[in-house]
């Protein structure tokens, strides 16, 4: 039966073979590897990947084509999550985790974020995005598209951008242009703040005037940062920091106890 791609679940199927001969490659996938698909659609990624692969997990939200999933492929070899890639808690699927997907754009941001937490149980992951979100997030402090979810990303991930994907590789065609990324976690010994949630809660609050000088931004907090010994010119903006600075800047308010770890 012909399906018809269901809007609200960001539903733009692949058709150029030649992209995801591409994309496949770019994952290389081996034998053995625990590999989950977040949004697998009508198969375009998920076939290919099968040939490759001795087992493959899946988590796709639209029912009928879950069940579609189901009829076509033996549950040996493909196994069917019903439901929100945002819910899932992906710690029950393993380790050495490798996350794929052409991801539905109107979820990208959340999921990016919701998989944060999981990223240590994660060997890499590759995804389809918009363009203009793997911009930001790959931006270098000081570019434009350089922002929270650069900082929060880049804090945790290696990541590459591989190549774009034209409009016309997908049924229907988007009105953007796409691109694919590789995300890599950072090993142990990266630069950690010391609390994760003053960091997220840092890093939203100085981009949400991020052409603003931070002083300013941060009004209350400023008096508390020990501008000089940071290194941080007190004019500079949120989008001038880097990563290490913003992770500096996090655990000289926490311990100035204006942000609760
Ligand atoms: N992988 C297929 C392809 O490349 O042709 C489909 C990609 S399509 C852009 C996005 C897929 O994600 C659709 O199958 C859609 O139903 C599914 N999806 C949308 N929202 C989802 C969610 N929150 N959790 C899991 N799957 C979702």
């Not at 990303?153 to 774009?164: A, E, G, T, V, W």
């Not at 939203?204 to 009004?219: D, I, P, V």
């Not at 000089?228 to 903006?237: E, V």
Request: with cysteine; proline share 6%.
């Amino acid at each position: 039966m012909v399906h018809q791609a269901r809007k609200r679940f960001g539903q733009n199927f692949l058709v150029d073979e030649g992209i995801i001969e591409s994309i496949v490659r770019g994952i290389a996938p081996q034998r053995g590897d625990t590999v989950i698909e977040i949004g697998p659609g009508l198969s375009a990624l998920t076939k290919p990947l099968l040939q490759l692969l001795d087992h493959l997990t899946v988590v796709e939200i639209d029912r009928d084509l879950a069940g579609r999933l189901r009829r076509q492929y033996p549950a040996g070899s493909l196994t069917v999550i019903e439901g929100d890639a945002l819910q899932v808690d992906f710690s029950q699927l393993g380790t050495g985790l490798r996350i794929v997907g052409n991801l539905p754009y109107n979820i990208s941001s959340p999921l990016l974020f919701h998989l944060i937490a999981y990223a240590d149980q994660v060997v890499d992951q590759h995804f389809m995005l918009q363009r203009e979100v793997i911009d930001r997030m790959v931006a270098t402090p000081g570019s434009g598209d350089y922002g929270r979810l650069s900082v929060m990303l880049q804090s945790r991930y290696r990541m590459y951008k591989l190549f774009d994907v034209p409009p016309e590789a997908f049924n229907p065609a988007p009105r953007v242009v796409s691109a694919v990324v590789r995300m890599v976690p950072l090993p142990e010994s990266r630069l950690k703040p010391q609390s994760q949630s003053a960091f997220e809660k840092l890093v939203a609050r100085a981009f949400t005037q991020r052409r603003k000088m931070l002083r300013r931004s941060l009004n209350d907090w400023s008096g508390l940062i020990d501008w000089d010994g940071l290194g941080i010119l007190p004019t500079a903006r949120a989008e001038e920091l880097s990563v290490a600075q913003f992770i500096a800047l996090s655990d000289c308010l926490l311990s100035a106890g204006a942000l609760k770890g």
